[in-house]
């Protein structure tokens, strides 16, 4: 067993890629706490925050205190009509997030959404016709990557072929329910969309990452309320397999069943098989461990057992990409396709696992 | 996080559970190597072993040595017609094992075969038959949970209530491929079932012990050689989901993909969540720690998240309890039921996974 030194992570943590006020976003519909994280990161790494708009008092102060420049505005209007802002990043209420995201792409701007990025296939529909009429992106924060070190640092791994092809990703991601702390859309199915279509987003997502997919069948997908009967639109459980135009398969869990105990939200795991290795990545907590850590990544190939622990080393490099990406109208943080697919493949799931529940 | 002194095991290792003679088997086709831990876990919970038939001189004398006792017998034959033989031990070719144990069973003796315990559903049905006929036991060792410390113990924690009601097993088999080091019939579709038809019968089992079902359907199973051209009737990876009676669902990928640096044969592991918590066994190896430890069993619920280690603690009970049952026509240990619908269950996958792939 080694160490793993060969392995250590080189990606470099965010820094700036633009000066400031060459990159002005605005931040509205803080209806989930994702959106802190999404304009944090997007100005780590160079963007400027010039307008907010959130009718809650304390997060619209929240988010102005992000950035000194920033101006809360009193419509999304206001932001809509900005001539410098290049994008909006948003975190709506999921079955708005597909309406706002059309304005802001017919406003001539980029938007940056919180996944799940549709409640619909039809909504998915609808934003793929804006976005080929506008040019615009239609960007969304899969965030258990993208703003998560094991995840991104397993990509780095596979990239470098340290454990040959992928031929099968298993996605767990347990939460926490926290059913007090919720709000009232939090169960309300046409509001979130099923979880499926919100939670299992982004395991779809990494497995198009690491099999290099750009499209798969869904063999198997069920949801269900095993536990929770006082909120019957609330699915507490699901789970998808599928299988690649390449052969390489998925499966994914995701609940709401993360016990008391745990010392944070989900334990989250992905587990990578390759025809020369596999990788685990924990990737908000190893258990039972007397430290808490976060972002273990185990590597097993030919050379051995290897762990590491990539906290602050590999950083979230998606945000200086999608930066340069909307000012060069390049794709190298994600293409457009790549966010759409996730998104349809999740989507039906959740219409196969839907129908099959009726 | 607390280290679970609640939670220490209280099993027993197993002790004899009869005086030497009183209960005599016999160990025939050492085919598979698991036959000498099936007779060796008998031998220590009070067996005695009287008579050996393996036609290979080595496999022969390496069961020979288990007891001074032990005969080498040169005919199955003489085996079925020795008057104190109770129970036949054997690990034949897997296609082959349902016609060696209807010979016994017709002889009067009950049968303990290595899993899988049939190759197709006729087999199934007519050995379902042959014990209706003659009240004698068909016993299968399924090694993975019943010789395995972490897997006897999480059993023994679920049924201590620590996690609640039990909502889904995940269950990984990857195992070394060594396909240097493997018979023929290992590559023979026909000999050996099948991925799912072999190794993922340990999974099914695992999933009705934990789940408390007695029945499940296959919501999807496939079956693929992905990485082995060479071999093309070896099936490299499996994966199957089910769902039982009561809701539980159950998730399996068996593969042969262990990467060469892992310190033991395969990275078995077994996730388990419930309505109040969580377990999960690193049955074979704890990835990546600087010592080699097998048997680690952790388990997060309301109380926090606890790590037990378990090798030594717990012993494997199943063979004492068979034994017992053999004496005192109980099914303790494990239903003949039980035994064949995890066959049963295993068969279907494989026959709904072949079809898929023709």
Known sequence: MQQGHDYAPVMAPTKPVCEPGEFVIAAAFADHGHLFGMVSNLLAAGATLGYVYEPDEAKANKLLALDPAAKRVDSFDAILQAPDVHLVAAAAIPNLRAGIGIRVLQADKDYFTDKCPFTSLEQLEAVRQVVLATGRKYAVCFSERVQNEAAEHARFLIEQG?????????????????????????????????????????????????????????????VANLANPAHPELEDFGEYSLVGDNAASAYCRVDWFTPGGLRTWGDGRTLITGTHGMIECRKYVDLARSSFVDNTVLLVNDTG??????????????????????????????????????????????????????
Chains 1, 2 share one sequence.
């Open 162 to 222: 340290t454990i040959g092809r992928v031929l099968q990703v298993i996605g767990l991601g347990p939460h926490r329910l926290s059913v007090n702390h919720r709000p009232d859309w939090f169960f309300n199915k046409v509001a979130y969309g099923g979880i499926l279509c919100d939670l299992a987003s982004h395991q779809v997502e990494q497995f198009l990452t690491y099999t290099g997919n750009q499209d798969a069948v869904i063999t198997m997908a069920r």
């Open 305 to 358: 057992e290897h762990r590491q622990s990539v906290t602050g080393k590999v950083g979230f490099p998606f945000f200086a990409a999608l930066i340069l990406d909307c000012l060069n109208h390049t794709e190298l943080a994600m293409t457009q396709e790549h966010a759409f697919k996730a998104a349809e493949l999740s989507l039906m799931a959740q219409v196969i696992a839907d129908r099959a529940r009726v």
